[in-house]
């Protein structure tokens, strides 16, 4: 076995108990450390079988014991129990009398279930960790890999399953971690179409809290986050540790509470999700974190990594553009005079990008029909796309286009031509009308990389909104193997175009399709109202940088609702901004506002790029409220969203966060002149800017002046 340890701090504690443990024959236990200027984790490893973590949380000293540190982290045993407690490790196994779930289920080439035993084989840190575990009687070997980044604070790990021969996998977790014993409840992600992102709050008990997905996607269902915060942890406050699970293809998440108190995470792919017996498998990265500054430090460690260290920007350093989708002005009715005078409009309120949006193909009249004729339609485009993309490019805007490459409909002509290619059964449950092709097949690949790269090729195009708008018909990793193989080489072979990760909204949005997109579609909902609750709970994980947030119809398609156009453009502006309406329905007040709005935005943009976003704990429940602070904390802007009426008559104090409490801040609101009638008083903001310290920002909070429900205060700050 090689083996190169960090220093375990060679004091006499530590001194003691390798000398006993040499004395009575008992092999040396390893322990691994990792820091990253934030938190520390501890692996321990004792008689060579699996390590365990036995401390994850503040940093520890330099010179802390960790023999000591191991020592203090064993429970006690009394009746009724095992004489000694089964390690949680990293993987737990079943044949060490392990009482809760198993992290690796796996059966033999002949189907006979196997019950591992690892044994340490290798343990190598110079920069990243790896352990290897061998179990030599049944031909396997675990390996696990942790990183850390001590930019944004993010430890990535990984497990790989290697077979002497193909065996068939059930079940295998990334590093298993433990969780506090100082919580009392865990914070994971539901949703639904149109309703992405819903914090579920549940009490640890005894017991499992089991989630998975076995839709074939993400899923606006179970979105592979998860926050274990610690009793008295609110936005900006408290302990808390993060887990993301970074794949597209559907997730499993253990949260279980044994009987004797410790608590273990699990995250991998949906059960049964490879079909066929291999060699070798892997689970996703899975990262982690944790934080002292409650909630947001979890979320900027998971806004930064994603932004700086998974996407891959085809051209970094320019600035995000404006965008503008023409889905909900014209949906399939695709006529060049309207989309060029809808373009005009679109670039004279600001808009950068212009996105073409589903109907430009085939024979598609409707959502039933040519799904994967991916040629352009010559009845609503005669000459090709060009007379558009040239009349966009005069107009200084980009070009962008939507696909749904993974999806077929019956009525096409390549389902016709080869029904063969379809995922799932011939008699599935349609959504949509349409199917999903089998992306593991290399001739479906081939055929929509050829379909795809002949419209880049003959188009100036720099943008793809890349849709998946149903579930598979079951969970297959092939199929996300597949999906992610076509994506890598359209990004070889053109590494100018942008690519925006959209499922019916927010149904595929995790850290391996952000490893090659680098825009999501939040939600299909243009309803400002509701994109602010979503808006806020997403940045739990994502950054500005990514999410887009348009400005939708007067009425909105998928609400009904009305709201003021000033309130649907701040809550755009909160993200990547853009709009997907008829900009022809506009007044010419309205036209105004937005200009407006998207000029700020425009002038903002360049630092809220980098801006990291904190949730603010509102002492008003009806008030969502964030504040975007600049990563050098020059600067900031708060929006206070008021999604409903107040109990109370006039507003609570807004406190701040992440201030130099000795410094001094001009604050003022940067859409002052947007104060109702019914806003009486002489509140200061109203009129005037004011220097305040960062202590008072903190501790006291910011007087907004009142509000209707469904409006916005936007406060700029700067530190003088």
Known sequence: MTTRLTDAGADATASTAMKQASSSGAPVPHVWRMDDGRQTLVLASVNDRLAQVVYWGATLPADENLYTVMAAHVIDVTGGMLDENPDLSICPEAIRSFPGQPGLIVRDTDGTPLLPKFCLESAIQNGTLELVYADKENGLTLTALFSVDTQSHMITCQHTLDATRPVHLHWLSAPVLPAPQQSDEMIDVSGRWCGEFQLSRTAWSAGMRYRENRTGRTGHEHFPGLLIPCIGTTNTQGECYGFHYGWSGGHKMIAEELQDGRRQIQF?????????????????????????????????????????????????????????????????????????????RAAALGA??????????????????????????????????????????????????????????????????????????????????????????????????????KILRETDIDYIKWDHNRVLPMPDAAQTRGSYALIDRLRADFPHVEIESCASGGGRIDFGIMARTQRVWLSDSNDALERLRIQHDAALFLPLAVTGSHVGPRICHTSGRVLDISFRAWVAAQRHMGFEMDPRELTDYEARVLTEITSWWKHHRHWMYQADILRLDSADPAVIAEQQLARDGSRFVVFAGKAATSAQIAPRPLRLTELDPNATYRISLANRETASHLSRGTTALKTQALDLSGSYLMRTGVTLPWSFPERMWVIEGERL
């Open 268 to 344: 991998g792919h949906a059960a049964r999700m490879e079909t066929a017996p291999a060699t070798q498998f892997k689970t996703a990265p899975l990262y982690i974190t944790y934080s002292d500054t409650g909630l947001n430090g979890c979320a900027t460690s998971f806004q930064r990594h994603l932004r700086d260290r998974i996407v891959t920007w085809p051209k970094p350093g320019k600035p995000r553009p404006v965008h503008y989708n023409c889905w909900e002005a014209v949906y399939f009715d695709h006529k060049l005079p309207v989309l060029r005078e809808i373009a005009d």
């Open 352 to 453: 950068e990008r212009f996105v073409l949006d589903d109907g430009w193909f085939g024979n598609r009249d409707d959502d039933t029909r040519s799904l994967s004729d991916w040629e352009v339609d010559p009845r609503k485009y005669p000459d090709g796309l060009t007379p558009l993309v040239e009349h966009v490019h005069a107009l200084g805007m980009t070009f962008g286009i939507w696909f749904e490459p993974e999806m077929i409909n019956e009525d096409s002509d390549i389902h016709r031509a080869h029904p063969d290619w379809v995922f799932g059964s011939e008699d599935q449950t349609l959504g949509r009308q349409q199917k999903a092709l089998n992306m593991a097949l290399p001739a479906v690949r081939d055929f929509l990389y050829d379909r795809m790269s």
